[in-house]
């Protein structure tokens, strides 16, 4: 019997008696004192919480040999073996930060990228739609950022001292041949695609990765959408022509189709233009997609839209700006991408697609009649491995065959010229990227393409390092050889022509914390082996060389604050000192699509009690250099400079019960008259005088006004 | 006789040593719980966090704490803090959801508490996530009603997010009254598995009829 009280004594003194408590204090490295850190013994519930001076208390009734741990959101996790049969008890803990996925180190380099699926992206894919000024245009928004030019009169991107043709977009790394609508002289393009598209956007303005070849400034890379969420039809009216869609979802796969019809006539009767219209330009156009998730990591892509667009306008003569030429244009463009990507196991993920596509331009100039097709074919295969978080390998290699012809005819038909070209480039990269300790971040890949027009090869190293000088902040490097194969009105006089060449040192600084970006970046471009030739205006006659060169470098710097509520900001300026002898130039010169400055400054605010989002968009650039016959020194001329205030609002409202957005936007609030350039005549007058006109926009002010219902009933309600 | 009686003291010391064990445990979460209803600050907020958290530790088959840990650190995210240390206080709420759905998969109430943290995605950056995580939050919705139609918090959630929405996303308080409406409705019905089963939301509730009922 005394045994089984003793018995019984123990077990329940352990519930009775014997209580321990342990104490101390938890700072981070700095020695600042932590807040709410779980301090506890391991596998029981005992421990307690650190006060506001860092001070915790446990209480236990554990004996023995334990293990004191110490967790916090954002810190590594310490662990302390304890005696608690010991008599002192006092543990301090210094804890260090711990870096998660999101504050990882990236590398930052030369890109700008717009997504969902990170955190700390400097950009939203739905930036690119509701930026003032852009009109929904993804060139027009990707313009608000660092390193690019205002060029008014193109309407493309022209990245860091580079011509536009230097500017690639890919489309689920595909290249797209023609990524802008064909369009009149001095009449600014368009890009093909709808932002829409596109769940992720990468604007690289130099440094890019070995998986993209075939341009010297900068890469547009832009990811297509997964499966849609809903299924929805959906209608819009605008100022300028009306537009149907729909989108049918089931469980794993889904279909889209959209047509849509252009014509700017009605706008045009409405508001006074500048240019000589004989045609206002008027368009149609269609597209399917096709979605199927084929099984966790599977997913089949397919993306096919065609559309035609007609124009005819006046247009002072190329020889003597006095006389007028009628200028007219029909445009056909197709496109198909289908891409396949897949996961095998864990570690290994496979890409594949294809991408075709097919241009017509017929222009028609004063009776001389030029058509130019281009037929383009790629096919891809991509293959990375992921041996860790740390480390992944990608290797790939792509064919791409193209094909370009061009037919002339003068008016009186007596000259049938016919020049055309085919290309079959192949390529193929590897890349590595490592994390060391998310403190540094490496990627250094290789890519050698073949072309079999020009029977050359080239290999292009690229490397770009990261480090984190912070938990938010990091510096970042680029290097990297780029190359792409000479232009097609030139490699079809001569065959001979070799690659042009850029190389490109980046170095960048970014911080991001609590919605404020701030970033600044400096690079040093150099270019060999350019184009040149003797006379734009005689193309058949002309010689053909390599022998162009020229450098650039500048400054890019970028703020954005969306830390207010409503309020969104962002702000980015671009200096630049470039200088290159290409083309026809006698000389080195800064370029005619160069300005030495580029402000653009963009606002957003949205106003809950009226459900609209208005937004502000203010560009500068200072003036850009013109060729005056008359002055001797080449392109010594500078225009005055550019600027443009826009304006846009979307409202938010119901019709019928169905969800529509009204978008209204203008450009140019205040009237600015902007001058893009001069064109002179080739020779002088009869009185010795060069005769010019200032190419300038189209009309001061552009309009826009759209309604765009999504009709989808009561359902979206009843959630 | 002696040996009946070893017997019985032996039992009764195991069962008392069982009984302390697993009600130790629901004593905990009783109290806990309680407690949770009472939290004035963000740090007493933290605090019960880190306590449900080491029960999760410590009591790897239940799914509870866990649940309450993540529940507290959404909670969190409503006092006043900077966006980024938002997001890290729902990258934990998730871990911690996702913790306890392995013990106990197609649960209602850890869909509800799903939808519930998208929804607090959502108020770190209403103009860029809106969409997507109200899409996301109405997804979890929909698969917490679908396991249990009688569980009140799914209506309260998105009756209280409709009232947050501009009408002319299809919220606001007339289209936010009916959901609301039935939310009290299941919540006058709903018994609680246990005290301390998820039984939250129900004095908002009727707040919130009040506020869009009654316009």
């Known amino acids: 019997m005394k045994t089984l009280f003793t018995i019984f004594i123990v077990v329940c003194s352990q519930y009775l008696i014997g209580q321990t408590t342990i104490w101390g204090k938890v700072t981070d490295k700095k020695g600042e004192p932590l807040t709410g850190v779980n301090v506890y013994l391991k596998g029981s519930y005992d421990g307690g919480s650190t006060d506001t001076l860092g001070f915790y208390r446990c209480t236990t009734r554990l004996e023995g040999e334990q293990v004191l741990a110490a967790s916090f959101i954002g810190f590594e996790t310490l662990e302390q073996p304890v005696n608690l049969n010991l008599n002192k008890l006092t543990f301090d803990f210094s804890m260090k930060e711990s870096y998660n996925e999101l504050d990882a180190v990236v590398i930052t380099a030369g890109s700008f990228e717009a997504s969902d699926e990170k955190k700390s992206v400097i950009l939203k894919p739905l ?47 595909m290249i797209v041949d023609k990524p802008y609508e064909s369009t009149m002289p001095d009449v600014p393009s368009r890009g093909r695609f709808s932002p829409f598209l596109f769940k992720g956007t990468i604007f690289s303005s130099g440094g890019y990765s070995a998986e993209y070849g075939q341009a010297l400034s900068s890469a547009l890379i832009l990811q297509t959408n997964d499966l849609p969420t809903e299924s929805v039809t959906g209608l819009s009216l605008m100022s300028v022509g009306l537009g149907a869609s729909h989108t049918q979802l089931w469980n794993k796969s889904s279909i889209s189709v959209s047509a849509d019809y252009l014509n700017l006539s009605p706008y045009f009767a409405l508001l006074k233009q500048d240019f000589d219209w004989q045609e206002a330009p008027k368009g149609f156009g269609g597209s399917l997609a096709f979605r199927q998730k084929t099984d966790k990591d599977g997913m089949i892509k397919v993306y096919g839209q065609a559309g035609s667009g007609k124009s005819e306008l006046n247009y002072p003569g190329y020889g003597d700006v006095t006389t007028t030429n009628n200028v007219s244009l029909t445009d056909n463009n197709t496109y198909l991408n289908a891409t396949y990507r897949d ?45 860790n978080d740390n480390f992944k390998v990608k290797f790939g290699g792509d064919a791409w ?100 060449a850029a190389r490109h040192f980046i170095l960048n600084y970014q911080i991001i914390k609590n919605n404020r970006t701030f970033r600044i970046e400096g690079y040093y471009k150099q270019y060999r082996n350019l184009v040149k030739f003797d006379s734009l205006y005689l193309p058949v006659e002309s010689t053909y060389n390599n022998d162009g060169n020229g450098y650039a ?54 106003i809950s009690k009226i459900t609209s989002q208005i937004g502000f968009t203010y560009r500068f650039a200072s003036g850009r250099p013109y060729y005056n016959p008359a002055n001797p020194d080449f392109l010594s001329d500078r225009t005055k400079a550019y600027n443009d205030l826009s304006f846009n609002i979307s409202y938010l409202t119901e019709l019928w019960d169905n969800f529509t957005i009204v978008y209204f936007s203008v450009s140019n609030i205040p009237g600015f008259d902007n001058v893009f350039g001069y064109r002179y005549s080739l020779s002088p007058d009869s009185n010795g005088n060069y005769n010019s006109y200032a190419i300038t926009p189209g009309a001061t002010r552009f309009v826009f006004l759209g309604v765009f219902i999504s009709l989808q009933g009561k359902s979206k309600k009843e959630v | 006789m002696k040996q009946v009686k070893m017997t019985i003291v032996f039992s009764l010391i195991l069962t008392i040593g069982f009984a302390q064990s697993s009600s130790n445990f629901e004593k905990t979460m009783d109290e806990k719980t309680g407690e949770l209803k009472n939290v004035k600050t963000e740090q007493e907020m933290m605090d019960l966090a880190n306590q ?132 009290l409705g299941k919540y006058h019905t709903f018994v609680p598995e246990k005290d301390y089963a998820p039984n939250w939301g129900k004095e908002n509730t009727e707040k919130l009829v009040q506020k869009s009922c009654n316009e």
Request: include cysteine; glycine fraction near 8%.
């Open chain 1, 343 to 387: 996961g095998h196991g864990e570690k290994l993920i496979s890409n594949a697609g294809v991408a075709w596509s097919q241009n017509r331009d017929d222009m028609d100039i004063s009776g001389e009649q030029i058509r130019e097709t281009t037929k383009s074919l790629q096919v891809r295969y991509n293959l990375t491995y992921l041996l």
């Open chain 2, 52 to 183: 449900f958290e080491r029960i999760a530790a410590a009591e790897k088959a239940e799914w509870l704490p866990a649940y309450y840990a993540a529940f507290c650190y959404i909670n969190m995210t409503f006092f006043a803090g900077e966006p980024d240390q938002k997001d890290a206080l729902l990258d934990k709420a998730q871990k911690l959801i996702d913790q306890a759905e392995e013990i106990k998969p197609n649960e209602s109430e850890l869909l509800v508490l799903q939808g519930f943290l998208h929804q607090g995605r959502i108020q770190v950056d209403p103009m860029n996530r809106g969409m997507q995580y109200s899409m996301k939050a109405n997804e979890a919705f929909g698969k917490a009603k679908a396991l249990n139609p009688e569980n009140p918090r799914t209506y309260y959630l998105q009756g209280q997010n409709l009232l947050h929405t501009p009408e002319a996303f299809g919220g606001g308080a007339k289209a936010a009254c009916p959901l609301l409406k039935t939310a």
């Open chain 1, 127 to 173: 930036d690119i739609v509701t930026t003032a000024g852009g009109l929904a245009d993804i060139p027009s928004a990707i313009n608000t950022l660092p390193g690019t030019q205002v060029v008014g009169e193109e309407g493309k991107l022209f990245v860091r001292g580079g011509d536009s043709y230097e500017t690639r977009t890919f489309i689920d790394g």
């Open chain 1, 401 to 500: 065959t193209r094909n370009f012809v061009q037919d002339y005819h003068n008016s009186q038909n007596i000259i049938n010229a016919s020049n055309g070209l085919n290309d079959l480039i192949s390529a193929g990269f590897a890349e590595t990227e490592f994390n060391l300790a998310n403190k540094f971040a490496a990627r250094a890949g290789v890519r050698a393409e073949y072309s079999s027009l020009i029977n050359k090869m080239n290999v292009a190293p690229r490397i770009s390092l990261a480090y984190n000088t912070g938990k938010k902040s990091q510096v970042s490097f680029a290097y990297g050889e780029f190359y792409q194969s000479p232009g097609d009105y030139y490699v079809i006089f001569n065959k001979n022509l070799d690659y042009e």
């Open chain 1, 553 to 606: 470098r500048g400054i890019d710097i970028f703020w954005r604050d969306r830390s207010f509520a409503s309020h969104d900001y962002w702000i980015s300026y671009s200096y630049i000192d470039t200088k290159r002898n290409y083309k026809d130039y006698p000389v080195a010169a800064m370029p005619t699509f160069v300005s030495n400055h580029n402000l653009s400054v963009v606002y957003k605010y949205y």
